[in-house]
């Protein structure tokens, strides 16, 4: 093994794991470094590779009609780890793609361990290697550890962005009354293992959504250091008294929207609020509440969320909570093969680059190792790989975090793949029956012209 063309990797996450991956399959070796569990974090709970430690739902797996699963569809056509493993461990989630997390990791895991040219090295780095390798992919995620992130900071000269994210807690599903409650998916919608019924859903009234709205803005939160009092939180995982705070209505046009369901033990009734529960195991033992990220403390959480019709007596796996996320300011730093453009030996994937999302993360890992493999096996001289086209979900992010923003300190934020950053397509104005396409018909007709532009595009592209 030529160890001076081995590639190091901090970070055995969902975007380390998707890169190693992607170098070992293309014949270059790795060294995979993983912190854990000689070193935690204040999210991570236990030692496996690609742990999720937020939701256990890669979101929508519809290729057709969202840029989700567009780039999940890209993942596989690329040979993605990340989605061999949630497709073969995935959970009934009406439209979206769930995994148990456990044996999720568990894959991810053994199938590392399994590679011949994957070492996987147990210990923290606080120095970040150049020299000695062909190349360093830094994927330490939203949770890098202090003494990484200085010397991340010493090398890149920029003050670190950082904002915060939260946690949906986690109930058993023994504790649930089901007199109260019912399985249902929004629209009776089928997703991948799904039935239509995948959800648990628990209805409130006017009354018992305008107390719980309350509750959540009155309720005692976690108290922020003084340096952290100015970091934003990121919009797309916003704590739910956050959203409260916004409005009363909020909420109800949000994670607890009444649309799409009835209730069977009062069906002429129509709810005012819906929470819904998304199973988080195999078992299915466990559910987690659906968009309920929060910083409350945990004896508020009990309190308020066991005012829930149908959770009275509800015992929590796990109790929401708050972490603090880092990504650099990428659009400054950082080329369209991700590479850091004052040392393009080292690259960086994952949500450090500031995408969010779990397949945002992986997606970027897998972009990162393909770069890097290039880079190995042509040589430097050869030129970069180039980046997938603006038209595919994978190009599209990167255009976001290199080059698709205003590079001003502190303006960039993470960003969810999702159509309004891919280029404009063109769509029929008329239907098969010459009549003319508008409104609904018009945004459906634009998704699958996206889609279906993307994935022939990304296809070409990986066939180069």
């Not at 797309?236 to 109800?252: D, Q, S, W």
Request: hydrophobic share 40%; proline share 5%.
């Amino acid at each position: 093994m030529d160890h001076n063309r081995r590639v190091h990797i901090i970070g055995a996450g969902l975007a380390g794991s998707e890169a190693a991956w992607q170098l070992a399959n293309a014949g270059v070796s790795v060294a995979l470094h993983e912190m854990r569990p000689l070193i935690t974090t204040q999210a991570h709970q236990g030692d496996g590779c690609a742990e999720l430690v937020c939701s256990n739902s890669f979101r929508s797996d519809d290729h057709n009609q969202n840029a989700v699963g567009v780039i999940h569809q890209e993942m596989r056509l690329a040979g993605s780890l990340i989605m061999e493993a949630a497709d073969a461990t995935k959970l009934p989630a009406g439209g979206a793609l769930a995994v148990d997390r456990n044996q999720f990791s568990q894959y991810v895991s053994s199938k590392l361990a399994g590679h011949d040219l994957i070492d996987l090295q147990r210990g923290e780095i606080s120095q970040i290697p150049v020299n000695e390798a062909a190349s360093t992919i830094i994927a330490s995620g939203p949770l890098t550890s202090d003494k990484l992130g200085a010397a991340i900071g010493e090398l890149t000269g920029q003050d670190e962005l950082a904002f915060f994210d939260a946690i949906a807690p986690i109930i058993h599903k023994d504790s649930i009354d089901f007199d109260k409650v019912w399985f249902q998916s929004r629209y009776d919608k089928k997703g991948p293992g799904g039935t239509g019924a995948d959800y648990i859903n628990c209805a409130l009234d006017k009354e018992q959504y305008e107390t719980f709205i309350a509750d959540l803005v009155d309720g005692e939160k976690t108290d922020f250091k003084e340096w952290e009092k100015s970091t934003p939180y990121f919009e797309g995982c916003l704590p739910i008294e956050v959203m409260a705070e916004r409005g009363a209505e909020t909420l109800r046009f949000g994670p607890m929207k009444p649309v799409g369901l009835t209730n069977p033990h009062d069906p002429d009734v129509k709810p005012h609020a819906i929470i819904q529960l998304r199973q988080d195991n195999a078992l299915g033992t466990l559910w987690n509440m659906v968009g309920f990220q929060t910083k409350l403390i945990y004896g508020e959480q009990t309190r308020i969320f066991r005012k829930i019709p149908g959770l009275e007596n509800a015992v929590f796996a796990r109790l929401g909570g708050l972490h603090r996320n880092t990504f650099l300011n990428s659009p400054k730093l950082l080329d369209q093969s991700l590479r850091l453009i004052t040392e393009p030996r080292i690259r960086f994937a994952g949500q450090i680059t500031g995408v969010e999302g779990y397949v945002e993360s992986a997606a970027m890992g897998l972009l990162a190792g393909r770069f890097a493999a290039h880079e190995v096996q042509q040589g430097e001289t050869s030129g970069q790989l180039s980046p997938p086209p603006k038209t595919s979900a994978h190009g599209a992010l990167i255009e976001h975090i290199t080059g698709g923003h205003l590079i001003a300190k502190r303006s960039f934020q993470p960003m969810n793949v999702n159509f309004g950053l891919f280029p404009a397509v063109e769509i029929p104005t008329h239907d098969e029956d010459g009549k003319k396409i508008k409104g609904k018909q018009k945004s459906i007709a634009r998704k699958l012209a996206n889609s279906q532009r993307a994935l022939k595009d990304f296809a070409q592209w990986l066939a180069h």
